[in-house]
């Protein structure tokens, strides 16, 4: 008896608090310049930080909740110490039948941060 309370306990938790993503957020520096201590961060989640090189490389942060934010805050600081942080809209961004793959957050020379999935 105890273990069907087990997995209905667990089952319940999966389907209302999302606790097995399906999704991954990833971020990359499309530009040619290095960036520290980059990371995502929205209701109940914050991303794993991280430096990124110039030229497209990543940091990579799997199973996050399923739910898709609104908004989310993207934060990272640049070799000459100056931190940024943009607030930009996910939901509108992402189609409306995402539900796996990748949530990528790209950020350019110009300090702009771009959102695709994949």
């Known amino acids: 008896m105890n273990t069907i309370r087990f997995i209905v306990y667990g089952f319940l938790c999966s389907i209302l608090s999302g ?9 990359r520096n499309v ?10 961060s929205y209701k109940n989640f914050e991303s ?22 609104k908004l989310a ?13 943009k607030e930009v809209e996910v939901r509108t961004v992402v189609p409306k039948d995402f539900k796996r793959g990748d949530l990528v957050f790209e950020i350019d020379d110009s300090n702009e941060v771009r959102i695709s999935s994949r």
């Open 73 to 85: 805050i993207v934060e990272w600081s640049r070799g000459d110490g100056m931190h940024h942080r």
């Open 48 to 69: 794993v930080g991280g430096g990124l090189h110039p030229g497209g490389t990543t940091v990579h942060h799997g199973n996050v909740p399923r739910r898709i934010p």
């Open 19 to 27: 606790c097995f993503g399906d999704y991954s957020v990833v971020l």
């Open 31 to 40: 530009g040619t310049n290095e960036i520290t201590e980059a990371h995502v």
